[in-house]
Every structure is written in C-alpha cells, then in structure tokens.
C-alpha cells in the first residue's frame, strides 16, 4: 500500500497511462505487488461508415448479418424449421393453383376455347406466372405473410428479430419472383444454404419463424419487465 501522497499521485497517473512508471516499481519490483491498468485505446471515428465502433468493417458486419438469422439469429425468434416452412408452401401451392382453376374455370363459361398449341401453353404459363407474382407479392407487402403461413402460425421478421420494414417486404416480394422464375430454384437452396435460408430470405434480410414462439417470448418479456419495475 501506498502511504506518500506524491507516490499516490504518479502510481495513479502511471495506472490510467499519463505519466511515467513510479519509482517504487522502476526501483524494486516487489514480488506480491499489482498494478491496474486501463485501455485507454482510442475508438475508430464515427464519421467512418465502414467502421463502427467496435473495429469491425462493412465486410465483417456484412457477412455477420447474413449468417444471423441461422446460426445464432435473433435468440427470441428463432428460425422456422424447414418442414414447417415446406408444408406452409404446400398449402400456398394449393391455393394458388385452386386460383388459378378458378380463373380457367371462368374463362371457359364465358365463352372462352381451349386448345394446346405452342401459343396456348405459353399463355397458360404467363397467366399462371402472373397469378404467382400477385399471390406472393400482394400478401408479403400488404400482410407480411402468406396463408400458407399464417396455418402454421409462421411470421417474418428481419435478421434483428423485429418488424421488417416497407422496403424489406418489397425485396422479399422481388425473392420470391426471382425463386419462382428460377424453376423453384431459390426455394431448393435452403437445403444446402449453411443457415437453411431461401433466396428470399438472403435478399430481403428477413425470415420465418413461429408466431407461437414470438408470443410466448413477449409474455416472458412483459413478466420480467414487470418484476423488475416492482421488485
């Protein structure tokens, strides 16, 4: 322990890096003695946009962000897991299909032929392409999940775990154009993408997980709010 004012003084000056090492550690080391010392490292600038505070670049935080939603995502929203999300495109399959049966089924009371040219079949495919695009488009901007999904209690939030926003739901409408137009491509990559994600999911930044879950976390949540307001 140190008695003398003035070593006082240097010891503490020494300890948080502004002045030179006390004599009384220069002169004699003795065995026993501990010294703190503290990380006075200057931070990176924030005016820096591709350096946060921690150090990390936009590349780091880039590749973070993508793989979060899979390996350890949001830890109250967790990702749906794959068969979930298969049944919950079955039932979209379903009644797009019904839809689009529906359609034809109209078309040809009005009057409408059918026929099996080269022409007809690529009609066909437009018109069902078009039913696809609105389908998915319309209930991912407007409602933020598709029927499907809603079944099986299954909700879209962003890599953060929260709402996404307006200009996520437009990109995930653009995924799922860009997977449908791509053979069912994108929605097949989910079984060999690391984190089990479908293109859609990697564009906009969002994923599925379960409603049921989401709630029984925001119960929690209210309960231990309220606990530590009254204690």
């Known amino acids: 322990m140190v008695h003398d004012p003035a070593e006082a003084a240097e010891e503490f000056a020494f300890a948080i890096g ?17 010294r703190l010392e503290i990380d006075l490292t200057k931070p990176p600038l924030a005016s820096d946009p591709c350096t946060d505070r921690s150090g990390q670049t936009c590349e780091s935080q880039s590749r973070q962000q993508n793989s979060r939603a899979g390996r350890f995502g949001s830890p109250y929203s967790p990702l749906a897991f794959l068969p979930e999300r298969a049944v919950a495109g079955c039932i979209d399959l ?31 495919a437009a018109t069902l392409l078009l039913f696809y695009v609105q389908y ?54 989910a079984l060999w993408d690391e984190d089990g994600l479908t293109w859609q999911d990697r564009i906009s930044s969002t994923y599925l997980t379960n ?13 231990e709010s309220a606990e530590s307001t009254n204690p």
């Open 18 to 34: 502004i002045g030179p090492r006390p004599h009384s550690d220069r002169d004699c080391g003795e065995p026993g003695s501990y």
């Open 136 to 189: 998915f488009a319309l209930f991912t901007i407007f409602g933020g999940v598709t029927p499907g999904m809603m079944l099986r209690r299954l909700d879209l939030v962003n890599f953060d775990g929260e709402v996404p926003t307006p200009r996520q739901l437009l990109l995930r409408s653009f995924g799922y154009m860009l997977s449908g137009g791509t053979f069912l491509l994108g929605f097949f990559w």
């Open 211 to 223: 409603a049921a879950e989401l709630l029984a976390v925001d119960t929690l949540r209210g309960q």
């Open 94 to 124: 379903f009644f797009l299909l019904f839809a689009y049966g529906g359609f034809l089924t109209l078309f040809g009371s009005l009057g409408g032929h059918f026929s099996f040219s080269k022409f007809s079949a690529a009609v066909y």
